[in-house]
């Protein structure tokens, strides 16, 4: 069996099993606490019909796609900066530490009173979250880059753009990546909570109306659904594009 036959198998034996875990789960609770994988499937089907489920769907991939775009072009341009800048470090090391450690449920209140229930205070109550790791983890990496690469750009007398293209950015890749595939698994979670609190469509929006009915198979659907989009998302787009960008790295033996 080739190793990639092999991954596959072992994937939906993975998936098997949490189905069972969860059919035998249900049974024990009763369908009103954990209803059944086949209700769960029935609700999301409905959903799918009326077309609810795909118009939620969009409008929360839209908020996630904005906000990570815009933590991740910020946080990346200044862990760039305090990675090659000892002032910049020290000035934006604390501010960077607090942000990191504010729960983000303060910042979407603090975005919704200051900013009023609207999306932009939402977008950018999310990025906000989201830009101290990206800033982190690109300052780690830009530390450390290989200075005699940077010795080989001055003898060749590279301008500072044509240094950060070909010497600065192709070794923060795995970083970068590393910051993009962490990001976007807390990014769509926290765009939930912005919509459960303040948005009147997206996914988070119907979690919380679901709750108000205690209506878990509509939970689970809806939760499901979206968990199934980003797992598309990382597995058809950000793998490929980390292989596409690296491939120039070598590979381990």
Do not use: C
Not at 93 to 100: C, E, N
Not at 230 to 240: C, R
Request: glycine share 6%; net charge positive; aromatic share 8%.
């Amino acid at each position: 069996m080739t190793g990639a036959r092999r991954q596959f198998v072992l994937r939906v034996a993975s998936l098997a099993i949490i189905v069972l875990v969860w059919a035998l789960g249900a049974m024990a609770a009763g369908p009103r606490l954990l209803p059944s994988p086949l209700a769960v499937l029935s609700t999301m089907v409905e959903e799918a019909a009326s077309g609810a489920l795909f118009l939620n769907i969009a409008i929360t991939l839209v908020r996630v796609g904005v906000a990570f775009g815009i933590a991740m072009l910020a946080g990346t341009a200044l862990g760039i900066l305090m990675g090659r800048s000892r002032t910049a470090d020290d000035l934006f090391d604390l501010p960077l530490i607090v942000l990191l450690n504010l729960p983000a449920l303060v910042i979407v209140v603090l975005a919704y009173i200051w900013a009023g229930l609207t999306e932009t205070a939402a977008i950018l109550a999310v990025a906000i979250n989201k830009f101290p790791n990206t800033a982190v983890t690109v300052r780690e990496g830009t530390r450390a880059l290989d200075r005699g690469l940077d010795e080989v750009a001055q003898i060749y007398k590279f301008d500072r753009v044509k240094r950060l293209r070909h010497v600065v950015l192709p070794q923060l890749v795995p970083f970068i990546a590393a910051a993009a595939r962490s990001g976007l698994s807390l990014v769509w979670k926290i765009v939930l909570v912005v919509e459960l609190l303040g948005r009147p469509n997206g996914v988070g929006f119907e979690i919380g109306t679901a709750f108000q009915l205690f209506d878990v198979a509509r939970i689970l659907a809806y939760a499901l659904a979206f968990v199934a989009v980003i797992v598309a998302i990382e597995f058809l787009m950000v793998q490929p594009f980390e292989r596409r960008v690296t491939r120039w790295r070598p590979r381990a033996a």
